[in-house]
């Protein structure tokens, strides 16, 4: 079946370090991937999506590529802030079928930036 | 936008006893989910509603869980008798029809202490 596997946390850096938090799949199909980030005390929100291979998806600085081949969505971000001390969940949709639109996460990541 | 509701924020129950938790999903949004995240896990999907109608319950525990979305809007999800293992965070997330159908938002979350 489908899986999502994050890198082991969590991952403390300081202010302006690069970070990168690893994900690899598995899937049946040709799934969109996702990072979701979930702020203490919210719910989780959508950071960024690829929808296909070779896709680079990216918002507030944060990228990931889609890359089929290595079936991975790793994360990254040049230079992170205090601000994005956050939980991040890797995820995938199931790409056919009844279960269109459901997701499978990873187990999370929990980062913390200090000034 | 509104975004999802969800209600109540904590709940403390003792195991045995009886849970309903309350959501609102964003206006015009279709498709309705319930999550299940344990503490230091991703969420994990226990039912999905297109509408008033449930599309995929495989991973709902049904000799304790229910869950409901009689008029295709807002939904309740119960839990009859409690243990102390569905101490967790439940998240309720929907999304639109069309081309963003598999973007989803998330509510804030009800955090469950069975004790």
């Known amino acids: 079946g489908n899986s999502v596997t994050q890198m082991e946390g969590p991952v403390t850096l300081s202010e302006e370090a690069f970070l990168t938090i690893n994900c690899t799949y598995t899937?049946?199909?040709?799934?969109?991937l996702f990072w979701y980030v979930q702020y203490p005390g919210e719910g989780l929100q959508l950071l960024l999506k690829?929808?296909?291979?070779?896709d680079k998806g990216s918002n507030k600085g944060f990228e990931a590529t889609y890359r089929k081949e290595t079936t991975s969505f790793h994360l990254e971000k040049g230079s992170v802030q205090v601000s994005d001390s956050a939980v991040y969940f890797c995820a995938l949709d199931h790409a056919g079928g009844t279960s269109y639109g459901k997701l499978t996460f990873g187990q999370g990541t929990i980062l913390t930036v200090h000034p | 936008e509104a975004g999802v509701a969800q209600s109540p924020r904590y709940k403390i129950i003792e195991k045995r006893q009886s849970v309903a938790f309350w959501c609102n999903p964003i206006s015009g949004h279709a498709t309705l989910y319930w999550y299940q995240q344990i503490l230091g896990q991703g969420p994990k999907l226990l039912i999905q509603f297109q509408n008033n109608g449930v599309v995929d319950d495989s991973q709902l525990p049904k000799d304790r869980f229910s869950a409901e979305r009689l008029k295709g809007v807002d939904s309740t999800l119960k839990i009859q008798p409690a243990k102390l293992e569905d101490s967790a965070v439940y998240l309720c997330?929907?999304?639109?029809?069309?081309?963003?159908?598999?973007?989803?938002?998330f509510g804030a979350g009800t955090r469950l202490s069975v004790l």
């Open positions: 690829a929808t296909k291979a070779d």
């Open positions: 997330a929907s999304s639109r029809p069309g081309i963003a159908k598999n973007i989803q938002y």
């Open positions: 899937a049946t199909g040709y799934p969109s």
